[in-house]
């Protein structure tokens, strides 16, 4: 009598385990400065795009600059800004204020980056084309870990170049305040 009401109940509890399991959030992981080049060399023959993340969320309306802030506070240090790119062959227009590779559930790379600096809300996401199903998902719980995070434990400092007002810009958040501060061309 115990066998045949504990077999369906076994039953019940790996189907709603494996149902579970199809709605866990995403991990999401952020690669360092110093795991660019395994990060380029394990994705170089990706096809990436910005499809599956272009659903608009609160972050989206958010200014770049505490969106900075608050990746900072959840990530750390970017993977890569402007002071990496300086000295390379480039033209300091092209360049963003910062970069943030990730790596999801071990296997999707996303990236995600500044529009025009300090003077623009939401972010540009880019993510592996294979994987665009995940997408909408992925840009929920990253839209909810960075709401979540505390906007004070994000104090960053970067560099940034607005070509259209051909002017370098000292870009941080310390003590509560975002400044955007214009300066001469920092040596690197």
Same mark, same amino acid.
């Given at each position: 009598?115990?066998?045949?009401?504990?077999?369906?109940?076994?039953?019940?509890?790996?189907?709603?385990?494996?149902?579970?399991?199809?709605?866990?959030?995403?991990?999401?992981?952020?690669?360092?400065?110093?795991?660019?080049?395994?990060?380029?060399?394990?994705?170089?023959?990706?096809?990436?795009?910005?499809?599956?993340?272009?659903?608009?969320?609160?972050?989206?309306?958010?200014?770049?600059?505490?969106?900075?802030?608050?990746?900072?506070?959840?990530?750390?240090?970017?993977?890569?800004?402007?002071? *990496? %790119?300086?000295? &390379?062959?480039? =033209?300091?227009?092209?360049?963003?204020?910062? @970069?943030?590779? !990730?790596?999801?559930?071990?296997?999707?790379?996303?990236?995600?980056?500044?529009?025009?600096?300090?003077?623009?809300?939401?972010?540009?996401?880019?993510?592996?084309?294979?994987?665009? *199903? %995940?997408?909408? &998902?992925?840009? =929920?719980?990253?839209?909810?870990?960075?709401? @979540?995070?505390? !906007?004070?434990?994000?104090?960053?400092?970067?560099?940034?170049?607005?070509?259209?007002?051909?002017?370098?810009?000292?870009?941080?958040?310390?003590?509560?305040?975002?400044?955007?501060?214009?300066?001469?061309?920092?040596?690197?």
């Amino acid at each position: 009598m115990i066998r045949k009401t504990l077999l369906p109940l076994l039953i019940m509890l790996i189907t709603a385990s494996s149902a579970l399991a199809q709605f866990e959030e995403p991990e999401i992981r952020a690669i360092s400065h110093s795991e660019r080049h395994q990060f380029q060399n394990e994705f170089r023959n990706i096809a990436w795009t910005g499809q599956g993340l272009y659903n608009p969320t609160t972050i989206d309306r958010l200014p770049t600059v505490e969106l900075r802030a608050r990746l900072q506070a959840v990530f750390g240090d970017p993977t890569q800004t402007i002071d *990496d %790119l300086i000295n &390379q062959n480039f =033209r300091p227009g092209k360049a963003v204020q910062f @970069e943030y590779w !990730l790596i999801v559930d071990d296997e999707v790379p996303l990236m995600i980056l500044d529009l025009d600096g300090p003077f623009e809300n939401g972010l540009v996401y880019v993510g592996a084309s294979q994987y665009v *199903d %995940l997408m909408p &998902q992925i840009k =929920r719980t990253l839209t909810r870990m960075l709401m @979540e995070s505390d !906007l004070e434990e994000g104090t960053f400092s970067d560099y940034f170049y607005s070509p259209e007002r051909e002017q370098w810009y000292l870009v941080q958040y310390r003590d509560g305040e975002f400044n955007r501060t214009p300066i001469d061309r920092p040596s690197f």
